[in-house]
């Protein structure tokens, strides 16, 4: 139903972005091959990688059974209340870990459970000495936990609500018991999703990089990621950092592959939709076990959030914001940002109009319909190949030819665009094929085309999700350091990157009030994209 | 003999609408619930199942004041429009559910499913999963847990209203025939004014959640003085 013209373009669109990410993703691999191969492959496997290839395998399998154990009593906890005074700020508050940046969420972490944080002092007045430490492989648990907890637990949530009303009827009209309705109900529809859950959070887990670098360190808790930046930044060891790239492509692969093997776990807009009515779970030893599961991990997630605020606001913010360097910082910071978001958007719209094209085509050859499949494949490469490993091939490839800083901000802002990508076209996708459902045929017979087409039919009903999208790839950029570490200096700040270096040079306070502004930003940001999906209130 | 179902000046209040019901379903017959869209047949069957508490008022099931009771312990059975069947287990175990809602079954309990299957046309389908089966034999499924709970009351929300015309008359049979057999007390759900005239010995007009008219069949399909009720009979 497109014009010839239509067609073309979308096409025409679709191929431009494709070679595009195909070159960028391709010279990075490329340069990583092709740089001294005989030192790197003897290197592949010493008892070096080997033991850095077992860490981040053990911790991302440890941090997935923690999140997912731990999440499922508290998704059980809220399916069973559907209805009571603040659930929809308990749920509202699971989604807030997923749009803090990373690093700030490390920081609150470590106000909380570091050495002078309240679960130490509490237990040092209870008399046992600094049992639990923030940094090592229990520290990197329990940041994996804070960020993947909530995630699976509103996974799990939206897989029970997801069934039909008429078995909680049915299940308090034949009389179930607690058990009885975990064992016949719930643990089978939890059951189904768990898979694609659980190789979500190992995939991100297995890939962390921000919490394992400010957490972990040291030989004995790094990850393939960390290790990669640490050859390079401190030990200057390509070899070494080429082939842990590598073996990081492998494993990445590998998990790609068997998360495609399972179900998808998708939240779609499930959570909290539905009024669903629950009559079990009227006992008061149930009501008991809810209101603890729930109550626990409200204080766990809450508190790292509060720590953030109270000790940013104990900074002199005004100080900071007014200072060269974050003035400095910010600017990049957002010039990188807005980049990155406009690339975004502009490549996953050219993305689906190409898919759109072939889709609108009467008879698509073996051809086009290879290239719609690429196209598709193609907004999830960054999965494949992590942020650091196209970092570790471009500067590679660009240190014969000078400074490599001076390239950064462009590589910066093109790896958060590819790092975007796959949420964005998640967003995007859906929404633009509805309105193309709704509204092509009709435009075709008015003959409403380009420009009027875009302000009067387009634009109107894709605005918001375009919104959407730009300020999660704006905020998902303005929190990143993954990407920019391995460039950041004198010459290339970002708000991470200060927050970081002031971390790192012990000037904690100027971080926690860094940290605060940042993450203020962001999740203005995230509130800001997310404002037109208002969850349905519970009846 | 007992009352069958009885909503003794119930008042209940759901967001902006609310409803009062007053009215006495002869036991052993079978009662139909028609209305507009809205005008709270559902409520009306949640009241009678125990998903609903009024505000004020009885509600007596056999007898019994059964007001603050819940779900479970009325002795009822429920059959919806769909969804009646646990998708992930087989009939044998969403049947047995009936029986014991832990599927702990004794030898005679597995012989009472396997001939509540036969009875309703479904024999030897004990393994089949619900998604295998289609509309009509979820819907005889459904029947069959209703046959083993071996409730004084059954208690239908549009059960065949996703079935087409033709298995709608052979599901209507095969709920008379039971009806006969067990002498329950049935209250079903419908937008249907043929359903009316095959099942009903009784019928309820429901609108804006009042009872406009609670009559034998016959007067209740020559009734033309309602408007809504005109409108209802002419579909």
Not at chain 1, 320 to 327: K, M, R
Not at chain 2, 33 to 56: I, Q, Y
Request: hydrophobic share 50%.
């Amino acid at each position: 139903m497109l014009t010839r013209a239509e067609r073309r373009r979308g096409i025409a669109y679709g191929f431009l972005s494709l070679s595009g990410i195909a070159l960028f993703v391709g010279i990075a691999v490329a340069a990583l091959l092709s740089w001294d191969a005989g030192g790197a492959s003897g290197r592949l496997f010493t008892a070096y990688t080997w033991r850095i290839l077992q860490f981040t395998l053990w911790q991302a399998g440890l941090s997935t059974v923690l999140s997912i154990v731990l999440a499922l009593p508290v998704a059980l906890a809220l399916a069973r209340r559907p209805s009571f005074p603040g659930r929809i700020w308990v749920i509202r508050l699971m989604a807030l870990p997923m749009g803090l940046p990373v690093l700030i969420g490390a920081l609150g972490l470590i106000g909380i459970w570091g050495r002078q944080g309240i679960v130490n002092s509490l237990l040092l007045k209870l008399g046992l000495e600094q049992p639990v430490s923030i940094y090592g492989l229990s520290g990197i648990l329990l940041a994996h936990v804070f960020f993947n907890l909530p995630l699976a637990a509103r996974l799990l949530l939206a897989a029970l609500e997801r069934q039909p009303a008429e078995y909680w009827l049915l299940s308090s009209s034949l009389g179930m018991r607690p058990l009885s309705v975990f064992r016949l109900i719930e643990w089978p529809a939890a059951r189904r999703v768990i898979p694609g859950i659980a190789g979500l959070i190992f995939m991100l887990c297995a890939t962390s990089f921000t919490l394992v670098l400010v957490l972990g360190g040291g030989p004995a808790a790094t990850t393939l990621e960390v290790a990669i930046y640490q050859s390079l930044r401190f030990d200057f060891d390509p070899p070494r950092a080429i082939a842990l790239s590598l073996l990081q492509i492998g494993i990445t692969a590998a998990i790609l592959f068997g998360i495609a093997l399972f179900p998808n776990a998708d939240d779609a807009d499930a959570v909290a939709g539905r009024a669903t009515r629950r009559f079990d779970g009227r006992t008061i030893g149930t009501r008991i076990w809810d209101a603890i599961a729930i109550l626990l991990a409200t204080i766990f997630l809450i508190l790292p959030f509060a720590s953030i605020a109270l000790a940013g606001l104990r900074a002199n913010l005004w100080r900071l914001i007014s200072s060269a360097a974050f003035l400095q910082a910010a600017w990049t910071s957002f010039t990188i940002a807005i980049t990155a978001g406009l690339l975004t958007i502009f490549t996953s719209l050219a993305i689906i109009s190409a898919r759109e094209a072939v889709a609108d085509m009467k008879r698509p050859g073996s051809g086009a319909r290879g290239f719609s499949a690429v196209l598709g494949g193609m907004s999830s490469l960054v999965l494949l190949v992590p942020p650091v490993v196209l970092g570790t091939g471009w500067f590679l490839m660009l240190r014969p030819f000078g400074d490599v800083a001076r390239f950064a901000p462009v590589l910066v802002a093109i790896i958060n665009m590819l790092m975007a990508l796959p949420f964005v076209m998640r967003v995007l996708a859906p929404a633009i094929e509805t309105h193309r459902t709704r509204t092509t045929r009709l435009s075709a017979s008015l003959g409403i085309s380009g420009i009027s087409k875009l302000w009067r039919i387009d634009l109107p009903v894709l605005a918001k999700p375009l919104l959407t999208a730009f300020s999660f790839a704006m905020a998902l950029s303005l929190g990143d350091l993954g990407a920019v570490a391995l460039f950041g200096s004198n010459d290339l700040t970002t708000l991470p990157w200060l927050v970081y270096s002031r971390l790192s040079s012990y000037r904690t306070n100027d971080a926690d009030g860094l940290a605060l502004i940042l993450g203020t930003i962001c999740l203005l940001l995230t509130v800001l994209g997310t404002a037109g999906k208002r969850e349905a209130k519970h009846g | 003999m007992a009352d069958g179902i009885v909503l003794e000046k119930v008042e209940l209040k759901l967001g902006a609408k609310d409803f009062r019901f007053d009215c006495v379903l002869p036991a052993g017959a079978v009662t139909a619930l028609t209305g507009p869209s809205g005008s709270g047949k559902t409520t009306f069957l949640n009241l009678a199942a125990g998903f609903e508490t009024p505000d004020s008022g009885r509600v007596l099931i056999a007898g019994d004041d059964v007001t603050q009771a819940h779900p479970s312990e009325r002795p009822v059975s429920l059959v919806f429009q769909g969804n009646n069947l646990f998708a992930h287990l087989d009939l044998f175990a969403n049947i047995g559910l009936g029986i014991n809602p832990s599927l702990k079954l004794s030898a005679d309990d597995r012989k009472a499913i396997s001939q509540s299957l036969e009875r309703v046309g479904l024999f030897g389908f004990e393994k089949r999963m619900p998604g295998t089966l289609s509309g009509g034999e979820r819907q005889r499924a459904a029947f069959a847990r209703a046959l083993v709970r071996k409730k004084p009351v059954l208690l239908m929300d549009e059960p065949f209203a996703a079935l087409d015309p033709g298995l709608r008359l052979s599901m209507a049979g095969l709920l008379l025939d039971l009806h006969r057999e067990t002498g329950n007390t049935v209250l079903i759900v419908t937008h249907d004014p043929d359903e009316v005239r095959r099942l009903a010995d009784h019928a309820l007009f429901i609108d804006h959640g009042r009872i406009l008219l609670q009559v034998p069949t016959d007067e209740f399909l020559a009734r033309r003085d309602i408007p809504a009720l005109a409108e209802f009979l002419s579909g």
